[in-house]
Structure formats: structure tokens, C-alpha cells
């Protein structure tokens, strides 16, 4: 399993050099031996792992693949409903739920592609808090370094992937959910356009704002899992019916021309020198590629942010408030706050901030993305903060960790973060490249380039400090 891309895989699965029962088999064995350290997983699906694994081998024994992801071992945050399967979003609130009839369409799709259901993933609690901690199910560990966050709330998403316990992982992002484990943990995860993927039968945090979306190894990879879970949805009214590309196709394709705006010193404040020096050498790479780089630094980010709390708070809180009067003592404090603090939000509020996120949306399309056929920065101001740290500035921490990601939620833009480097401590750093809306191929594209400039995917994590 740590040897493995999805794309090498299915090349393996057809020469007969390796068979899906094996590959899932090693996969638990895995599990078995490093979730003790890690906490990636909530519920291991062995049953089910065992018996689509004996399917996927017989299709291939006998010329009958799905597809490209058949036999692949996928995980999923604790948030999407699998027949089945217990949903505990992270929270004990949820203990005593049963399993849900309207499953997940992200899973659906995916086990209609033939891939191998590994289980539940760890997540920060009610997918609140970009550390991903969690004091119900046990802090999820960073894989390259013990004692270090995986990033949320998608943390069990991120360290699975990173960690060789699966080949992708679902996870959502409502703020950089999706792109803060991705970034800790040195692996690529996509936000997708809002719309492009059907959110049914996942559990909600904020109508307005959260995305589901893929963690893979490579760009190959998670173009190939966002080809099979977009489109269309009639079970979910905000999917949208604009035609899915392959995505896989224009990977390999040169980005010679692509507009590429960049960020300048007073907009990389805050963010450290390896941080810094990791984003330089992205942006030579790119010039290299042949992308025209441009100053453009993103309008009205701070305003994109205060909106996008606004909009959080007040969804959240409609979504989990009457739940709260019956298990308020059960969640955690912070948590709990951040919840409440929906209360000081007034309806006119909401929908004020609602309509100015609509005229910013349409400006951005008018300034930025006439402009730029993307914009590239970090991903997060800084390498994994360690556990420590993240209890003792807990909510000072939202806000910095988040200060490159949560205004891309607003617009509901894609955004793909992609590993660039490692800090001197040995913590992956990465960077984030945000198109227009629908442009994922393009992201796709342009990440893949990068990915290839600089070696591909080469690294997986020792577990030395576990040892």
C-alpha cells in the first residue's frame, strides 16, 4: 500500500501483477498495526473490505473492470452516511444514531466505480477546527511527525493518505477542510467548485460553504476520483448539471501561457521563511513551465473571511441548535462557543452578508479571473503546529491557520493544494492554486505540471518518531 498510486495500481490490476484482495488485505494489515499510533480511522469496514475486494478480482479475472478506480481502497470522513455504517460527525452526540437511509452520493458513486470501502476517518469534532483534534475519538497524529497536528477538519482524510492506510479519502471543506490536512500531511486534496459535487448524504455545517472533495498522493490520482464523484445529483438541488470532463486529459498537456497571478511581500506577512522560500521556488518552477506570472494580490480577502463567519455561524448553528439543548454538556467547550456564537447573528445580518458574498463573486469574475487563469500562494502560514501548541492557542489558531484558505470558501472557487517541499523539521509545506469556478481541469493541469517539475511523488512518511 505505501508503494502505490491509484494510477499505477490499475496498470498492476490489469498485468495480473497484483489483485485487489491482496492490495486491500495489505491495506488492513496496515491499519492493524500503525491506527493504534496514527487514529486515521473510526471503523474499519473489514467485512465489507474483504467482500468487494473478492469482487473487484473476480471483474478483473474476467475482463469485466468498472473503470479506472476499480479495486481502489477509498476511506471516508465520518461525515458522509454509508449504509451500514454508524455516522458519528466527529461528535459523541451522534452515539446513539442509527445508520442513515439516505446514503452519501459520494460514496454511491464510488462504489458503483468498483472501489473498496476501508471505513470511517477521525475528523475534528462536528468539522469544527483546522488542527482536526479530537478529544472524543483520540487526536489524529501527522504521519511525518508524532506529537504534530494533521490539520482539519478533514484530519483522519489527510493522515489515512498520507499514512499508506488508504489511496484517497473523502473529505469536505468549509473553510480549508480539505486543504490544511492536505498541506500538513504532504499530499494533494481539492476543494471542488461549489455545486460540482453532490453533497447528499453528508452531513451539513454550513449550506452556503462546504464542499465535498478528494485526498489523493498525486493530481493523477485525484483527477481521477473527481471525474467519478461530480455531476449532477436529483437528490441534491445545489449539484450542478454542467457536464463533468474527463479530468484525467489534459494532465501532461504544457501550461506554456497560462496567466498565473502571485502574491507579493506585504501579502505574505505572517507567513514563515521556509513557508516563503517553498512558495519562491514554486513560482521559478512555474516561469520555468512557461506561465506568465503577474502581481495579483486577491481583492477583499479580509472582507471574504468576516462574510464567510457570518454565513458559518449562523448556518451551523440553525443546522446543530435544537440537537444542542439535549447534548450541549457532551460537546466539547470550544466547540461549543463557536456554536453559540451563531446566537449573535441577526437573520438581516445573514442575509446581508449572503448578498455581498454574490456581488464579490461576480467582481472577482470581472477583475481577478479575466485577468489570471489562476492564483497561486501558500496554503497555510506555517508547517503543522505540534499538539501542544494547538491546545494552548487553540482559538488563536483559527484565524492564522485558515488566513489562505477560508475566503476561497466564499466564492466557492476550487482550489487544489499541492506539496512543495519539507520545513527543516521534516513537516511537509505546500501550495494552493485557485481558479474560476468550474476551471478544476485547468488546476488540475497546471498542479500536475508542477508535480512532475519537481520529481512527482517519490516520499512517503518513515514513522520514525513512532517507532
Known amino acids: 500500500m505505501n ?78 452516511h454509508i449504509p451500514g455504517t454508524p455516522t458519528t460527525c466527529g461528535s459523541v452526540m451522534f452515539d446513539d444514531d442509527p445508520p442513515q437511509d439516505a446514503v452519501s452520493s459520494v460514496w454511491k458513486r464510488l462504489d458503483e466505480a468498483g472501489t473498496v470501502n476501508m471505513g470511517k ?54 473553510g480549508g477542510s480539505i486543504r490544511l490536512p492536505a498541506a500538513f500531511c504532504g499530499v ?27 485526498l489523493t498522493r498525486t493530481v493523477a490520482d485525484n483527477a481521477l476520483v473527481l471525474s467519478a464523484i461530480a455531476g449532477a445529483d436529483p437528490l441534491d438541488a445545489s449539484a450542478s448539471a454542467r457536464p463533468v470532463p474527463d479530468y484525467t486529459r489534459a494532465l501532461g498537456e504544457s501550461v506554456e501561457g497560462m496567466r498565473v497571478g502571485v502574491l507579493g511581500g506585504e501579502e505574505l506577512s505572517g507567513a514563515s521563511g521556509e513557508v516563503r522560500a517553498a512558495y519562491g521556488e514554486i513560482c521559478e518552477a512555474l516561469e520555468r513551465l512557461g506561465a506568465r506570472l503577474a502581481p495579483m ?8 473571511e468576516e462574510l464567510a463567519n457570518t454565513i458559518f455561524k449562523y448556518e451551523a448553528l440553525m443546522i446543530h441548535g435544537e440537537r444542542l439543548e439535549e447534548y450541549e454538556d457532551q460537546v466539547t467547550p ?100 485557485v481558479g474560476p469556478n468550474f476551471s478544476e481541469a485547468a488546476l488540475f493541469r497546471m498542479a500536475h505540471a508542477l508535480e512532475e517539475e519537481r520529481g512527482g511523488w517519490s516520499k512517503s512518511p518513515s514513522f520514525d518518531s513512532f517507532r
Open 188 to 214: 494533494v486534496g481539492l476543494k471542488p467548485t461549489n455545486g460540482r459535487v453532490s453533497r447528499h448524504g453528508g452531513m451539513p455545517l454550513s449550506w452556503t460553504l462546504d464542499t465535498f472533495g478528494p
Open 3 to 80: 508503494d502505490w498510486t491509484i494510477t499505477a495500481l490499475r496498470d498492476a490490476y490489469r498485468a495480473g501483477e497484483v489483485s485487489p484482495v491482496e492490495v486491500a488485505e495489505d491495506a488492513l494489515a496496515r491499519i492493524k498495526e500503525w491506527n493504534l499510533h496514527l487514529r486515521a480511522f473510526l471503523h474499519v469496514s473489514e467485512r465489507e473490505l474483504r467482500r468487494e475486494s473478492r469482487e473487484s478480482e473476480r471483474r478483473f479475472r474476467f475482463g469485466d473492470e468498472l473503470g479506472p478506480l476499480d479495486g481502489v481502497p477509498v476511506a471516508y470522513k465520518d461525515l458522509c
Open 297 to 304: 494580490p486577491p481583492p477583499h480577502t479580509e472582507e471574504l
Open 334 to 433: 470550544e466547540i461549543l462557543a463557536r456554536l453559540e456564537a451563531g446566537r449573535g447573528v441577526q437573520s438581516a445580518e445573514y442575509h446581508a452578508a449572503l448578498a455581498r458574498r454574490e456581488e464579490l463573486i461576480r467582481r472577482y469574475e470581472r477583475e481577478v479571473f479575466s485577468a489570471v487563469d489562476a492564483l497561486a500562494g501558500p496554503t497555510t502560514p506555517t508547517p503543522a503546529p505540534s499538539h501542544a501548541q494547538a491546545r494552548s492557542e487553540a482559538e488563536g489558531l483559527i484565524p492564522t491557520l485558515t488566513r489562505f484558505t477560508r475566503w476561497v470558501n466564499t466564492l466557492g472557487a476550487p482550489a487544489i493544494s499541492l506539496p512543495c517541499g519539507f520545513s527543516g523539521d521534516g513537516l511537509p509545506l505546500a501550495v494552493q492554486l
Open 121 to 174: 476517518l477521525n475528523m475534528a469534532e462536528l468539522a469544527m477546527g483546522p488542527t482536526g483534534r479530537n478529544k472524543h475519538f483520540g487526536d489524529p497524529q501527522n504521519p511525518w511527525k508524532q506529537g504534530y497536528v494533521t490539520g482539519g477538519s478533514s484530519s483522519g482524510s489527510g493522515c489515512a493518505v498520507a499514512g499508506g492506510l488508504a489511496l484517497a479519502a473523502i473529505g469536505t471543506d468549509t
